[in-house]
């Protein structure tokens, strides 16, 4: 059964940065797309950024320039490194695998000073 474990949250003043890490069993992992997504209160779950096995990359609008996307397939493990961290990037983070819509139980970035 795959599981997905996220680490890497916490606090972080304005300007800070994080890496966020989501590890991967039960399941061949390395050939799919995986994504990072975030959900801040009150608000719907959105999508941060997407990865292909390939390691391709894309980002919302938001975090372009400043995320960073990036796979070890020999660790089954997607990283999310947060640079220039805003306080509107305040969320619970979630790893996603497509295939089988598979979820981790998340990690909470809170950007305050």
């Known amino acids: 059964q795959v599981q997905l474990v996220e680490s890497g949250g916490g606090l972080v003043q304005p300007g800070g940065s994080l890496r966020l890490s989501c590890a991967a069993s039960?399941?061949?992992?390395?050939?799919?797309?995986m994504d990072w997504y975030c959900q801040a209160p009150g608000k719907p779950r959105e999508l941060v950024a997407t990865?292909?096995?390939?390691?391709?990359?894309n980002y919302a609008d938001s975090v372009k320039g400043r995320f960073t996307i990036s796979r070890d397939n020999a660790k089954s493990t997607v990283y999310l490194q947060m640079n220039s961290l805003k306080p509107e990037d305040t969320a619970v983070y979630y790893c996603?695998?497509?295939?089988?819509?598979?979820w981790g139980q998340g990690t909470q970035v809170t950007v305050s000073s």
């Open positions: 039960g399941g061949f992992f390395n050939f799919y797309i």
């Open positions: 996603h695998l497509a295939p089988g819509n598979y």
């Open positions: 990865i292909t096995s390939g390691g391709n990359t």
